[in-house]
């Protein structure tokens, strides 16, 4: 049963990432508010992001677990509007700078709403209150980490690879951000679409989410100091994936 409900949930995930991702490809061709120059100057479209928040979240439930398909959908639509709204400003110092000035940027909101969604992620899946936030922690702080590396083509996508591959051991909720992004990694790769802030942020919620059930509180204390020590040195970690594989 733990094997069908782990294969039924990356089925699911990666169908219905794929299944979004060509609905809005064929939707929205030739719309600029969909379009991004890319490091390379290239032009690619936005519409990973909403197609992995989607197929995610739809993992997730069928694996079991609703709180961690909302955190996903919450870090998602805080990394859209990112994509949509954002600056240039990258960085937990930049955007507290400008919220210390009386600017709420799209950084600080979704800062704010990725953290709250993670805790609240958290506060469900655990039952102690030390755990609840040390999953919220490990929730949210990997949501930070996946967008950190989302600097170049397949950084991200081979982080939740790499990070989610794991946790197909322990349980079937890591299956969903491992299906979701499968099912667009070649074309991230092939520097047709980007994952963006609502990609990056959704699966490494969900990744988060997986490491957090799979963990006790040993685990878990590991792993939230180290996303914070992450976080503190967020940028040498992006300078860091953007260097040639």
């Not at 390379?40 to 909403?50: N, Y």
């Not at 299956?175 to 963006?196: K, N, R, Y």
Request: proline fraction near 3%; charge should be positive; glycine fraction near 16%.
């Amino acid at each position: 049963m733990a094997t069908l409900n782990r294969v039924t949930a990356l089925a699911v995930a990666a169908g219905g990432t794929r299944l979004v991702y060509r609905a809005l490809r064929a939707r929205t061709r030739g719309e600029a508010r969909w379009e991004r120059t890319n490091y390379a100057g290239r032009t690619v479209d936005l519409c990973a992001g909403p197609a992995v928040t989607v197929g995610v979240a739809a993992g997730a439930l069928v694996a079991g677990t609703p709180a961690a398909a909302a955190a996903a959908l919450v870090a998602g639509a805080c990394g859209a509007y990112d994509d949509v709204a954002g600056d240039e400003r990258r960085g937990f110092r930049a955007h507290l700078t400008a919220l210390g000035q009386g600017e709420v940027t799209s950084g600080a909101l979704k800062l704010f709403g990725v953290g709250a969604a993670g805790l609240l992620a958290g506060a469900l899946m655990k039952d102690r209150p030390v755990d609840k936030v040390l999953a919220g922690v490990v929730i949210a702080g990997t949501a930070h980490l996946v967008n950190l590396v989302d600097v170049r083509p397949g950084r991200a996508a081979l982080t939740v690879l790499g990070l989610g591959a794991p946790g197909l051991l322990r349980g079937p909720l890591a299956a969903a951000p491992v299906g979701a992004v499968s099912a667009v990694a070649g074309d991230d790769l092939g520097e047709s679409t980007m994952l963006g802030d609502a990609g990056a942020h959704a699966l490494g919620a969900a990744v988060g989410a997986a490491i957090a059930a799979g963990s006790g509180r040993a685990g878990l204390a590991l792993h939230a100091a180290g996303l914070v020590a992450a976080a503190a040195y967020g940028d040498r970690i992006t300078d860091l994936a953007r260097s040639p594989m």
